[in-house]
């Protein structure tokens, strides 16, 4: 199945990765993980021809919603994941807090990771972010963050920042990876 769809450019998946996270990002922010199979858009229409109007057909891969997570650890959830054949790919979005690098000296002596969990949620200098991280089976990874924007003026619209780049979460890129191992 899988020879029937070549999308292994960095190109591709970066696309399917700003895809999901404007997806989720239609449904605003504090949201659970939610982890995403990517399949071949015609094996898709081949199974549910009424799927043809929601679906582009040009599209190589479509990022298809799973159930949600799990509560709990998010590596322990990744870890019991596999997928069939089908799936050439996954995608994972999850809201994250970011730190500038000066903060980390602050948060180093915070103890376990439920302290430092808490010690960055409270930090005055954090900004929230959804990481969406997606790879391919045998290929790429991409990650898209969109920095939750804030704004001190009463009457204006807060503005979100999109950070893209392939290296933004190594770690998490390794962990779908492993999802999608024979």
């Avoid at 020879?3 to 895809?19: D, F, H, K, M």
């Avoid at 089908?86 to 602050?106: D, H, K, N, R, Y």
């Avoid at 972010?129 to 898209?144: E, F, I, K, N, Q």
């Avoid at 990876?177 to 024979?182: C, D, E, Q």
């Amino acid at each position: 199945m899988a020879s029937e769809v070549n999308p292994a450019t960095g190109p591709a998946i970066a696309a399917l990765a700003r895809e999901v996270e404007e997806f989720v990002a239609a449904a605003g922010w504090d949201q659970a993980p939610q982890l995403f199979a990517l399949v071949p858009t015609a094996s898709l229409l081949r199974e549910q021809p009424e799927l043809a109007g929601q679906l582009d057909p040009s599209s190589a891969l479509t990022p298809v919603a799973q159930e949600p997570l799990p509560e709990g650890d998010l590596a322990e959830a990744l870890g019991r994941i596999a997928w069939p054949d089908v799936v050439l790919g996954c995608a994972l979005a999850q809201e994250i807090i970011v730190l500038p690098p000066s903060a980390e000296s602050e948060l180093s002596d915070s103890g376990d990771a439920e302290r430092l969990r808490q010690a960055a949620a409270d930090h005055p200098d954090r900004t929230e972010a959804r990481l969406v991280a997606a790879v391919l089976r045998d290929g790429p990874g991409a990650c898209v963050m969109r920095l939750r924007g804030y704004t001190k003026a009463e009457d204006a619209e807060p503005t979100d920042e999109i950070v893209e780049h392939p290296d933004l979460a190594p770690n998490l890129l390794e962990a779908l990876r492993a999802t999608l191992a024979p």
